[in-house]
């Protein structure tokens, strides 16, 4: 048989035989760069219906995005239900530069929240050392008096950061990924980005010139706010605290955890409610011959244990200590089912009622009070973080903050839950409480030499890496959209848009 097929090459042609011998390397091209026929995504938060979203842009209609969630779809974009209402308990504020996030919410036809105009004031423990106006001159006027122009310096440093931290969008615009998040730090700032890291929030403002003073009134209030730590955070995650300062920022009509839901929605993902308790790397003959390498996400759901097979797997949970119980089995080298490093417990408690208001050593009545966002010093007098008078998550026709004086909801953003002696130091009165626990973002400290890499194994991927360089949705969706890309370039083998820095020195050359 053999030498009757060598007989029949011999009598082709020289063209016929090439043309065969191109047909032959075609298909064997094909078959390496068809697409995947199953990716599973764990987690449903941000990262996750960000990957899966992102997953049927890159890899086409065909490929099965499964998605396991055992909790709600929204992960730490929570609300909860208090007098009637809901209120988000989780992620608040989008910056108006975080471009991902309005691109979903575009993309998804997802109405933005009513804006409803606040006042912040400072709370050293005893009582309140700064309080805006209603007027912006005025404010400006007492920050140049009690700072100089250091409010002032400290918004040119943010926007100097902010200007680099935009260059990812240009990158992934274009296609490029990084194997790292320090990579990807890099293409965005250079060596700067990755000094931020390595060096506390504390000690790069200092090198720029702020006062100690200026540090602990003005910026220490605003770490603590946006992430119950002081200003010893590591550089990068304290300039996402500081852009909370920044005017513009907004959220969506009925919750922010209705993008996770549209963005699934829109990926045509299954949603399998499990939690994944193993992932196992196996290998098996493939039916041209070649063995193939697959995961095995075993899990548990409601209705008993199950497992699934998949060419690629996308992590969208931290795993640490408290957040994540999977195990990895098969793979070398092993994999760590917890990384170094603790996630940052704090309180999310929304209470409804009428708040004392002298217990902030304000001497007016209460009527008078209408700050609305209460922003603590570092004090060990402080029992919060901060305190604020939150607004419904679907804002009607008509609708005011009521005044201090009124029952409304409060939420208060604490390192322990609120007992009820708490309670009766920050309320005259109260019906309703409810608290809700979170290790919501990493304990930063600096230096942060190493992040956990993106890469696990060969097609196992690592989206909440990200989060130990700074923690924000807008984060998530750039790491997102970064694995994504990752996991299509290197099946497709296309190396060229990988961890490569030449982004605006190859658009040049095409101009």
Request: glycine share 8%; charged share 15%; hydrophobic share 40%.
């Amino acid at each position: 048989m053999l030498l009757d097929h060598i007989m029949c090459v011999g009598t082709l042609s020289l063209g016929a035989f090439l043309l065969l011998a191109i047909c032959h390397s075609f298909a064997s091209t094909q078959e390496l760069h068809k697409p995947p026929s199953n990716i599973a995504v764990v987690g449903a938060g941000i990262g996750g219906s960000a990957a899966a979203f992102y997953l049927r842009q890159e890899f086409g209609p065909t490929v099965k995005i499964d998605v396991f969630e055992p909790g709600d779809v929204g992960g730490r974009l929570a609300t909860a239900q208090i007098a009637n209402q809901e209120y988000e308990t989780g992620g608040v504020a989008i910056h108006p530069l975080n471009l991902h996030m309005k691109h979903f919410v575009d993309k998804l036809g997802i109405s933005t929240r009513q804006d409803v105009p606040s006042k912040k004031a400072v709370f050293d423990g005893s009582e309140l050392v700064f309080e805006e106006s209603d007027w912006f001159i005025v404010n400006f006027l007492r920050m140049l008096w009690r700072y100089g122009l250091n409010y002032l310096f400290m918004q040119m440093w943010v926007e100097s950061v902010m200007d680099k931290f935009m260059r990812i969008y240009q990158y992934q615009q274009y296609g490029y990924s990084f194997t790292s998040v320090e990579r990807l730090l890099h293409a965005m700032g250079g060596d700067d980005f990755l000094s931020l890291m390595n060096h506390s929030l504390e000690e790069t403002m200092r090198a720029e010139g702020f006062p100690q003073s200026y540090l602990n009134d003005v910026v220490s209030p605003l770490t603590r706010q946006t992430y119950g730590q002081s200003i010893r955070i590591n550089g990068l995650a304290g300039a996402v605290s500081l852009s909370g300062a920044d005017s513009g920022h907004w959220a969506v009509d009925g919750g922010n955890k209705r993008v996770c839901s549209g963005l699934l929605y829109h990926s045509k993902s299954e949603l399998i409610r499990a939690n994944v308790t193993n992932i196992l790397f196996k290998v098996r003959p493939s039916k041209t011959g070649p063995s193939v390498g697959f995961y095995e996400v075993n899990y548990v759901g409601d209705t008993g244990a199950g497992h699934s097979m998949y060419d690629i797997v996308v992590i969208a949970t931290p795993l640490h200590q408290g957040k994540s119980d999977i195990s990895f089995s098969g793979l070398s080298p092993p994999v760590l089912s917890h990384f170094p490093g603790i996630y940052h417990r704090v309180f999310s408690i929304l209470v409804h009622g009428v708040l004392n208001t002298s217990y902030l050593g304000v001497t007016r009545p209460p009527s008078e009070f209408t700050v609305s966002e209460v922003l603590t010093a570092d004090s060990r007098d402080n029992i919060m973080y901060s305190l604020t008078s939150i607004d419904p998550v679907h804002i009607p026709a008509g609708y005011s903050r009521p005044p201090a004086s009124h029952n409304k909801v409060w939420k208060v953003f604490s390192s322990r839950e609120l007992d009820q002696e708490d309670l009766q130091r920050l309320f005259l009165s109260w019906d309703s409480v409810s608290q809700t626990p979170w290790l919501a973002y990493p304990t930063y400290r600096s230096p942060q030499r190493q992040t956990p890499p993106f890469i696990l194994h060969s097609r196992l991927y690592y989206l909440s890496a990200v989060e130990w360089a700074a923690s924000s949705m807008e984060m998530s969706a750039i790491s997102a959209r970064n694995v994504v890309l990752l996991a299509h370039h290197r099946w497709h083998q296309q190396k060229g848009r990988i961890d490569q820095e030449d982004l605006h020195t190859r658009l040049r050359g095409e101009l």
